[in-house]
């Protein structure tokens, strides 16, 4: 946005440094500045461009955006762009569709404009704590359709921040009564400020494009003695407007709406977000909170062109003989502390939901909680069923409230071209923390179950490994090395991925402090290729149920490093070097039905090698912290259950 004449602050926009009419080049740098939220106090945020928030990006619907993100943050982060149908190689989230930009480090982001509409970006990584800090901005993708009555456009990015009265941000307690509730940030900001105006003649009309990026709050708008004319949401148009009085946003949400406020010259108005009752701790007493204040000054009235009809053509999505997804959002009171999840389980424990091209489904999301939660797919819009009926107007949505203890069933449309591994999530970014995250796996139609490759996954240009003295850089196997796989171009869903990363990027996973050390290595790889496992009863017993097994004259097992992953049995190593020199290796299991299990061994002293994940589960992090091969960290991604 343009500095605006009337006195209301809008979003400085990045210029497009490609000269060509359907490209749009932008350079955005995550970066700490010093900001004054609190006038007079000044305070290091993490910042996109040295802004709370981050730079409009503005381009329009047919364009190719690319986005040259640099890092200068002390610590890793992506970007994820919030409602874009973006390739799944876009979708920063690190892990399942890119690696960390590690900090000092740079990523290319590049995509086609699919839809127009008002989208966001912000981290994937580390999110309650980064995007928190102030790390988020906005898209809006122009319609070049678009009509020429909408009135007067003003970018309204939301967002709430808690203050110290010097400017530091207040240490928020975290317990199990604030991530139930998820945190609030206590002061509202409208593009990072607390003071927003607009001075206006009376029936001026406006074109609120409204955006809560809050990490927990949700907002009701309302203008006193106005209602809003609604004809946009998450991407783009409403099929027809419609009239709301308290349209409600919750986090992650978008608005298009448009008002036409009237008053006395001299009086003022003001655009308020009232409370809203999202679950046990919500406070009702705080009132209406202003977003900005209306001032009305004297004026010619304002000649304002007839609204029309604001139709939208908009698909209507396929749910003819959907297969049924049942998504239910629950919370758990475990001995250990609060656990949000998934179907009873939380992220790290969770199986993909599988989805194939051209096979609808419906996704039955039952929020069985006090709380309500807002509902996000990454990638993808949906529509929402009312009865045996899709919901009027028909709208594309990426983020919608689940009220507390209601259902609500989705239909997604999936692409044909963006096969892929996404995730959902609560955008309530405590709860995602906590656990109300899951990964949707889509397919092609009866696409068999990619062999399992831990070859080609480090060699992927941007997602080479920073730091660690280990596989990437490493030589050719020798000859009687076991063969690795047949490498599959890209990444598949069903793929298991196992990697190093670097120390940085190594968060120590919470169990790993009482996991006693380890008795030695757990396995070697044989020269004829096969991988031995030193096991106990157990898991030798569960093993000898797979294929591809055969017991050893010593009585441990092996297994056929060959062997197609999707074998229950099988394994596939991963070696790692420092220069020249094999300093430890990795295995991966595939036991049974959907539970997959990695093991690290040294080739070093073993004193604390031999690692292994005790229920390892879609995206859990083992630690392989070895005094002598100094790997990092080892990951796993589970198969969807077959
Ligand atoms: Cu704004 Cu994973 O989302
Ligand atoms: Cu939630």
Not at 35 to 46: A, D, I, K, N, T
Not at 196 to 207: A, D, N
């Amino acid at each position: 946005m343009p500095p605006t004449d009337d006195g209301f602050i809008g979003l400085r926009e990045l210029p497009d440094d490609d000269p060509a009419p359907d490209r749009v080049e932008v350079t955005l740098r995550a970066i700490e500045t010093t900001l004054e939220l609190v006038s007079g106090h000044p305070h290091r945020h993490q910042t996109y461009d040295g802004s709370i928030p981050g730079p409009l990006i503005r381009a329009r619907r047919g364009d190719v955006l690319r986005v040259n993100f640099e890092n200068h943050l002390s610590e890793p982060t992506t970007i994820h762009w919030h409602g874009l149908r973006v390739p799944n190689g876009m979708d920063g989230v690190p892990g399942i569709t890119q690696e960390l930009v590690a900090s000092g480090g740079t990523f290319v982001y590049e995509f086609p404009l699919l839809d127009e509409g008002t989208f966001w970006y912000h981290p994937h990584y580390d999110t309650l704590s980064q995007l928190g800090n102030g790390l988020y901005g906005a898209v809006l993708v122009d319609d070049p359709d678009e009509e020429a009555q909408l009135g007067a456009q003003r970018v309204l990015a939301v967002s709430d921040v808690s203050l110290n009265a010097d400017g530091t941000p207040q240490h928020h307690e975290e317990n199990d009564d604030t991530r139930a509730f998820g945190r609030e940030g206590a002061t509202l900001l409208v593009n990072g400020r607390t003071d927003q105006r607009m001075q206006l003649v009376s029936g001026t009309r406006l074109r609120l494009r409204v955006m809560n990026m809050a990490r927990s709050r949700y907002l009701s708008l309302e203008l006193a003695g106005h209602t809003f004319l609604r004809i946009g949401t998450d991407g783009g148009r409403l099929e027809y407007p419609v009239q709301e009085s308290t349209p409600l946003l919750t986090p992650g949400d978008r608005a298009d709406l448009i008002v036409e406020p009237r008053g006395e010259p001299g009086t003022h108005i003001e655009l308020v977000t009232l409370p809203v009752d999202r679950g046990p701790g919500a406070s009702t007493a705080t009132g209406p909170e202003r977003l900005v204040r209306l001032e009305f000054i004297e004026g010619p009235a304002p000649e304002l062109l007839p609204l029309g009809p604001l139709t939208r053509e908009r698909d209507a999505f396929d749910f003819e003989d959907a297969e049924e997804v049942q998504v239910s959002l629950t919370m758990d009171a475990l001995e250990h502390g609060l656990v949000m999840g998934i179907n009873g389980v939380p992220f790290t424990q969770s199986a993909p939901v599988h989805a194939e091209t051209g096979r609808p489904q419906i996704w039955n999301v039952q929020n069985e909680t006090a709380y309500a939660h807002p509902f996000h797919i990454h990638g993808f819009s949906f529509q929402v069923l009312d009865g045996d009926r899709l919901r009027s107007p028909l709208a594309y949505e990426d983020t919608i409230d689940i009220p507390a203890r209601e259902t609500l069933r989705l239909v997604p449309r999936f692409d044909e071209d963006r096969l892929g591994l996404w995730m959902f999530h609560c955008h309530i970014l405590d709860h995602a923390e906590s656990g109300m995250m899951g990964v949707l796996a889509l397919t092609e139609p009866g696409a068999p179950v990619p062999v399992l490759d831990l070859s080609d996954h480090d060699h992927q240009g941007e997602q080479g490994h920073h730091g660690t003295p280990s596989d990437a850089g490493g030589p050719p196997s020798a000859p009687d090395e076991p063969d690795v796989p047949p490498a599959t171009s890209g990444r598949s869903p069903h793929e298991i991925l196992l990697e190093v990363l670097t120390q940085e990027s190594y968060r120590e996973p919470p169990w790993l402090a009482e996991t006693p050390s380890p008795r030695g290595p757990v396995g070697v790889v044989t020269p004829h290729g096969w991988v031995r496992v030193f096991a106990n009863d157990t898991l030798q017993q569960s093993l000898l149920a797979g294929n591809g097994t055969k017991r050893a004259d010593d009585g441990s097992l092996e297994f056929d490093s060959k062997a197609p992953a999707h074998d229950p049995g099988s394994i596939a190593v991963k070696e790692f070097y420092d220069g020249d020199e094999r300093v430890g290796r990795a295995a991966l299991l595939k036991l049974d039905g959907p539970t997959t299990a990695a093991y690290y061994y040294c080739e070093g002293p073993p004193e604390r090698c031999g690692v292994q994940t005790p229920t390892p589960a879609y995206g859990e992090m083992f630690a392989v912290s070895c005094g002598t091969c100094h790997a990092g960290f080892v990951y796993t991604v589970n198969y969807p259950a077959q």
